[in-house]
Structures are given as C-alpha cells and as structure tokens.
C-alpha cells in the first residue's frame, strides 16, 4: 500500500464517528466487546475524571464499552481508590500473572491487560491527559468496528496554534521529529505515516496483541509499530485525528531518557529483522507531513549528508603546508 | 391563569429522588466537566450551545432550536401540554476563551473557571429530561428548556431578554438556575444600573508641562465625591466597586482610567436619584480637572418581583424543608429579572454550594448537588400541579 493510499483511506477524524448509536449498532452486530485500559502510575489528580467520563459517556448513555479497567503500577498517592469510587475495575499489575514477576514500565500494564480484560478489542488511554473526551476511545475504536482489515488504530494530535500558509506541518513531539521519524525515514519508510507514532492513545485487536511483543518501559509504541508492520503490513495500520490533548510537558532529561529506551528497542527489532550487519542502503529521503484541513499528504525532502575527507589527504593543503606527499 | 399551593405527595418523595439520584452521578459529574470545559464568554458561546442543543437532541426533547440571540431552547411535552414553565439557565462565563478551562474531578469537588457561574446550572438542564425519564418522573404541563447566552456583563441579559420578547409559546412560569449556592431563593430583583465611569486624559507630554497629575487622580476625586453620596448610607441600596483599569507602568502618567460599577437598591426610584448625582459630580470633576469624562451606563433593571406569600414561594420553602436546606433569600439582578419585566412569576434556585467564585479556581461541591437537583424537580412539580386548569 502506498503511503499517499494509505493517508486517504486509513486516516480519520474522530468527528467521521459521532454516531454512536450507529457505532455500537455496528459493534452488536460484529458481537465484539472493547474493553478500555488506562495505565497508570500516581495519577490521583487526572484518574478520577478520566473514568468518571468514560462510564457515563461510553457506558452508562452510550454502552460501547464492556470494562473500564486502570491497572496500576503500584501508585503510592490515591489513584486506586479514587478510580475505584468512581466505579472503574481496578487492578495491580503485580498481581495479575504473578508467576511471570512484575516488571517496572507501563508496557507491562499494557500487556497483563491482554490477560486480564476479555475484549476482542482493547483500547488503551494515558491517565494523564487533561482535557479527557470520549472521541479519546470512540474515535480509535471505531475504525476497528467498521473495518474488519484495520487491526491496531493510533492517536494523533496536536495542530499547531498558528501558522501563516495554507499547509501546516504535522506536529509530532520532540522525540518523535528528532529521533524517531528520522529512524523510519531510513528503516521503515512507510511507517513515517503514521503521523504521532509515540502517542500513549491506541485501539488494537485481541488478535494482534496476543502476538507481538511488549517492552516494558518506552520502547513499546515505537516496538509496535515494527512488529505490526513486519507481520501486517501498512494496511493493518489506521489513525485518528483526535483533535488537541493537553498534558504535562516532559522535561528534557526525560526526552532524553525516553530516546534512548526507543533507540535499545529500535536496535533490537533490527537484530530480530535480520538487519544487523547488512544495514540497507541508506536512504537520503526524509519524510515528513503536512495537513490542510484534514487531507494529508508527504513531504519527502532529499537530505544528503556528504562528507569531506581529513584535510590532511588533500594534496594542494600537503603542498602548501609543506607536508610530504603521502 | 393563577397558581394554588401544591405540594401534597411531593415533599415526602424528595428524599427518595435524592437518594435515585445519586445512582446517576457519574452522568450528573462527567456532563458538569464537559459543559465546563468548553469556553463560553459572553457573546461567544455558540460551542457550548451547540453541545447543550446536541444533549436536546439525544434526550429525545422537541422543538429544539438555537434562536437567533444564540439561544438554545428545547420543550419537554407535557402529558396535557396546557401550560408552559420555562426552566432557564444562563450558559456563559466570565472568562476568556484563552483561558484553561479544564475541569479538576476530586472525590468532594468539582474545579475549574466557571463551574459555579454557570457550568453546573447549564449542565443541570442538560441532564433534567435524561434524570426524570430515569426516575419516571412525567409533566402535565410543557417544560421549556432554555439555555440563555449573553447573561454577564456586557451582554445585559441579552439571551433570555430575546427570548421572552420572541417565544411563541406563553410562559407561565419560569425557574432560573444558579450554579451556588444551594438554599437561595430569590423572587424579587432590585433596581440596578452596572456602568462605567471613564476619565480621559491629554497625553503624557501635556500633563508632564502642566505638572498635572492624569486620569488615576481624575477617577480618585469622581469616586471620593461618589462614595459620600448620602443614600448610599441607607439600608437596602449599595454600590459595589467591581474593577479599576489604569495605566500600564510605573513612570508613565495614564490617559485613561475606567471604573466599573454596579449599583443596587430594593426602594423604587433610588437607583434613578444615586445615578443622577454621579452623572453632577462627574461633570463638576471634569470642569475643574478640564479632562473628558463620561458616564456609560451598560445596564439598567428596575426592581419588581412576586411576594414572598406567592404559592411558587410558599411551595419553594416547603420543598427547602423537606430536604433540609435552609434558604437565604436574596434579591436577584440577573435573568429573573427578565422574568419579572414580563409578569412571568419565578424563582431563582442554587444548585450546590461552592467558592472562589469567578477566580481560576473556582470550585463547587459535589455531594450538595443530590439535594439541588431533587430541589429543583420538586419545585418543578410543584408549580406543575399548581398552575390552575382551564
């Protein structure tokens, strides 16, 4: 599938679902139950809103979800009791599959959740976002109702608050424009579509998830996205737009802590896809996107990063420097 | 048409209707903090009118429009349909669309600019026909939802006023609703005039040669003059200062200084006399000083109301009691007013009790508004079964 393809056809707005009567006709018909996870770590300030709106928007008026579950990471302030007076299913982490250990990240939430929730969907939402909405669910599930062929649906966000032309840039996170679209663009490019690969927001199958992979720490989107490609294809791949999601801004240092678990994870998925010591051909095409309104297209600039050689090999600098020839 | 006390058969039930309620609290919670989140000052409302106007549509309501004021209005039929009671709440905000308008969810509070004035109100109309379907609670008569723009400020009622001038419907009576605080009960309003005063100066370059002293010192002599005004000494009228605006820095002499006021008496004609008096000591500032000044009035109301032996009064108190809320009784300058310019008989009820009003802050109780919701059906139900049949 071409990128261009792609683009038109698998990407979303969440405003394309605001029927949900007519999204969970759809749902009944399909005899599919979606389970909602939110992760979470010491969240007591954001938990209690989050799920206080998804049972009453996708439960109570709107009955999309079968479970509202937060698995926790062991929170030390009140983020289990107050999910749990708000009527969420809470569990510990640590104690779902305890014979398998508990591992510190939230890629280890995300993957006990495959066993302890009984959807044939899973929709994952971060605990910390502030103007939480119910298109944060409806609009990644949707997708997976409506389209057999879409497995694993991604979030994006974020439109910048001004610019002056017609086009505006895609606007992924730091970490993403720095570190890992330029990886895909080399790699994977395809995968350089997906416009927020790193967003914490994503609606995926049973099927899949059973299958793949789940670094614990945070490596587990970027690791995803790979192994879903690898098995699936671009095609497996949708996204949704889903309007602005403001949250706390990650200070640098965590960037840089962040970069480097993406990057052992990166380097890993090239070992087990056989890439180690027979690195492609590196690609001088970089790959970014631009938005008008809500159609998408590429952007592939050609970035050739050429070299010189030490000055030193230079004949005309060995002669003028009164250096021997070489 | 003329209303009879009725509140046999409803007052026992108030506790029980609490109690349901509260089974509904996540919807009664997660509609307050979408309705807060979305950024409604005055005269730019029209995204939180078309979410109230959507939760019409999904509860099934008819006739709902959006007027030409921006208004969002819905009618709940009555199993008779007779008579018309309006339910109002104003759904704009002091704040800024630039303002964060997230909403913090804790255990006991609700938080966030403008929960209190009015999120909650116009939530609570939103959720109305979702909670008496719920609770199997039916009209006789026709409920008018009415979801009023342009209430703050600026906007002088402007919503509701447009409303009632226009509706097609008669309204027999009408129910505002106040975010806090729970146990008020209004059914008068007072005289009041909300203006400014603004004092304009030359330029710095004049003042600094005439050793002048700028618009801050003008508004000081207006305001020290005003503030003797004898009939502001006399109980039942006041003048609330609301804000100064002058100047920019330190070493720079304004050219303008503005005051905002408003202004308030329960006596017939006192607004008029007070206002009158200010408009001389502007003028006799402005002749000494040589600066331009200027009255603007933004609003006016007279004072009116019903007595406090009306049966929608006596009826509101009783249903007070039955569910334990003391009530404050308190003269009303917002949309009751409206109502009372029309000689539609009404009340103005709070729905929980609350702080920091119009600060970033502000925040409301969760637990009251069982008991403010439960309120607000009894009184409906009681002027329901009031209102005289033909």
């Not at chain 2, 989140?37 to 409302?45: C, L, R, Y």
């Not at chain 2, 966030?112 to 008496?132: H, Y």
């Not at chain 2, 000494?233 to 609330?240: A, Q, R, V, W």
């Amino acid at each position: 599938m071409k990128i261009d393809d792609w683009l038109q056809h698998n990407t979303f707005h969440h405003e394309e679902f605001w029927d949900l009567l007519e999204l969970i006709k759809a749902k009944e018909e399909r005899n599919l139950k979606i389970s909602l996870c939110i992760p979470t770590l010491n969240e007591e300030k954001t938990i209690g809103k989050e799920v206080v709106l998804f049972i009453s928007e996708l439960k109570k008026r709107y009955p999309l979800l079968d479970e509202i579950a937060v698995i926790d990471s062991g929170s030390t302030d009140k983020t289990r009791e107050v999910a749990a007076a708000f009527g969420a299913d809470v569990y510990l982490a640590s104690e779902i599959l305890p014979e398998v250990g508990d591992k510190p990240g939230k890629g280890e939430n995300l993957w006990k959740a495959i066993y302890q929730l009984k959807g044939d969907i899973i929709c994952y939402v971060d605990a910390d976002i502030k103007n939480i909405h119910p298109r944060f669910v409806y609009g990644l599930v949707a997708p997976l109702i409506y389209r057999q062929e879409i497995k694993y649906v991604k979030a994006f966000y974020d439109r910048p608050l001004a610019y002056s032309k017609k086009f505006r840039p895609s606007g992924g996170g730091r970490v993403t424009e720095i570190l890992v679209r330029p990886l895909f663009s080399l790699y994977f490019p395809e995968l350089t579509a997906i416009l927020q690969p790193l967003s914490g927001e994503y609606a995926v199958r049973r099927e899949v998830l059973e299958r793949i992979p789940f670094p614990i720490g945070y490596g587990v989107e970027t690791s995803h996205l790979i192994d879903v490609y690898r098995q699936w294809g671009l095609e497996a791949f949708g996204q949704t737009d889903l309007d602005q999601r403001i949250h706390r801004n990650q200070p640098v240092e965590a960037l840089g802590k962040m970069s480097f678990g993406i990057l052992q994870t990166f380097f890993k998925r090239l070992e087990n896809n056989d890439f180690t010591g027979k690195v492609p051909k590196i690609s001088p095409l970089y790959r970014h996107f631009q938005a008008h309104h809500r159609h998408y297209k590429q952007v592939v600039q050609e970035i050739v990063e050429e070299e010189r050689p030490p000055m030193i090999t230079n004949p005309d600098y060995r002669r003028k420097f009164g250096l021997p020839d070489s | 048409m003329s209303l009879t006390l009725q509140t046999e058969n409803i007052v026992e039930t108030l506790p029980d209707i609490r109690q349901a309620l509260r089974h509904y609290r996540e919807i009664i919670l997660a509609s307050s903090v979408m309705m807060g989140e979305i950024p409604a000052p005055t005269n730019g409302e029209e995204e939180r009118i078309r979410f109230l106007s959507d939760r019409f549509n999904e509860s099934g309501l008819q006739n709902i429009s959006i007027d030409e004021a921006g208004n969002a209005t819905a009618v709940l039929p009555g199993q008779e349909g007779r008579h018309n009671i309006l339910l109002e709440a104003h759904v704009d905000t002091v704040f800024d669309r630039s303002v964060d308008h997230s909403v913090a969810l804790g255990t006991d509070v609700l938080k966030g600019p403008g929960i209190a004035d009015n999120s909650i109100g116009a939530a609570a109309v939103s959720i109305l026909p979702l909670m008496l379907e719920k609770l199997g609670i039916r009209f006789s008569n026709n409920i008018i939802l009415l979801g009023a723009v342009q209430s703050q400020g600026h906007g002088d009622l402007g919503g509701i006023r447009f409303f009632l001038d226009h509706v097609q419907m008669p309204i027999h009576a009408g129910v505002c609703l106040a975010g806090i605080h729970l146990g008020r009960l209004s059914y008068s309003c007072l005289g009041m005039l909300r203006g400014e005063i603004v004092c304009q100066a030359p330029t710095e370059t004049f003042w600094e040669r005439s050793n002048a002293r700028g618009a801050i010192v003008n508004l000081n002599e207006i305001l020290t003059r005003i503030l003797s005004i004898s009939e502001l000494d006399e109980p039942g009228t006041s003048l609330i200062l609301g804000s100064i605006k002058a100047g920019n820095a330190f070493n720079t002499i304004p050219s303008q200084a503005i005051l905002r006021f408003e202004l308030r008496s329960e006596k017939r004609g006192k607004v008029t006399i007070v206002q009158r008096k200010i408009a001389e000591i502007i003028r006799a500032v402005a002749a000494d000083s040589e600066a331009q000044t200027e009255l603007r009035v933004i609003t006016r109301r007279k004072p009116g109301g019903i007595k406090s032996n009306h049966p929608i009064v006596e009826g509101t108190r009783a249903i007070m009691a039955a569910l334990g809320i003391e009530p404050t009784v308190a003269p009303s300058v917002g949309a009751l007013s409206a109502l009372i310019a029309k000689n539609i008989p009404g009340v103005t009820l709070g729905l929980t009790s609350g702080q920091n009003l119009h600060e970033f802050n502000e925040q409301i109780q969760i637990e009251p508004i069982f008991t403010g919701l439960a309120q607000l059906i009894g009184v409906l139900q009681m002027i329901d079964r009031g209102i005289e049949r033909p």
